[in-house]
């Protein structure tokens, strides 16, 4: 008998406790302590933020005068396209592209040139870019070569745009499989005050 009571308190004390966490997690966890938790989370985030940003602010006036700096300092001609007029540096543009043209590779089919359209120098700041745009038909490993010649030596091209498929002939011959399709706008910069001083 006393063994049954002493059970039955036991059995009730452990129901009231799980009872208790029951409600706790259910009325006071949900709707109280987890909402502040993520907040006070969230507010962490912030503060982090905010010193991080404070930082950069702080930096403002050293990094804008390092900016003015760069931006009043003559432009080096290295690397830049020669000649002072945008005229003549789209002549030198299309023989730059026809002169780093992969036309002897190792395997595969050389690169050939089947047109160039200059198109319209664009201002940028001290820099004036001016662009070709340029049809031609490559095997892949004289492409490869084209692209990286391109990009490479100097004066420096950059490839804007890059089209590539595969010729529509490429199945008709033996000798014109892996012969693709390709166009590409290749840029060149041009310093403006070098323009400006031929004017």
């Known amino acids: 008998m006393y063994k049954t009571r002493r059970a039955q308190r036991f059995y009730a004390i452990a129901l009231v406790v799980l009872v208790g966490i029951l409600l706790y997690w259910v009325l006071l966890h949900w709707w109280f302590i987890a909402p502040l938790q993520q907040m006070a989370e969230e ?13 950069l602010e702080a930096q403002r006036g050293f990094i804008q005068a390092q900016l003015e700096s760069v931006t009043r300092r003559p432009l080096s001609d290295e690397g830049l396209l020669t ?32 047109s160039r359209t200059p198109q319209t120098a ?9 662009k070709v ?5 490559c095997g892949i490993e004289s492409l490869a070569g084209t692209l990286y010649r391109l990009e490479s030596e100097q004066p420096y091209l950059v490839v804007d745009t890059l089209s590539i498929q595969r010729t529509p002939n490429s199945t008709e011959a033996q ?3 892996g012969r693709l399709a390709v166009k590409m706008q290749v840029s ?4 403006a005050m070098q ?4 004017e």
């Open 43 to 55: 507010e962490e985030i912030l503060q982090a933020s905010h010193q991080r940003f404070s930082t």
């Open 83 to 114: 000649t002072g007029e945008p005229e003549v540096a789209t002549a030198q543009l299309m023989q730059l592209v026809s002169e780093r043209l992969s036309l002897g590779p190792v395997t595969g089919i050389a690169c050939t040139v089947l």
């Open 122 to 130: 664009i201002q940028d700041g001290q820099l004036l870019q001016v």
């Open 133 to 137: 745009n340029v049809d031609m038909e």
């Open 175 to 177: 000798d014109q499989q």
């Open 188 to 191: 060149g910069l041009l310093s």
């Open 195 to 198: 323009v400006a001083g031929h």
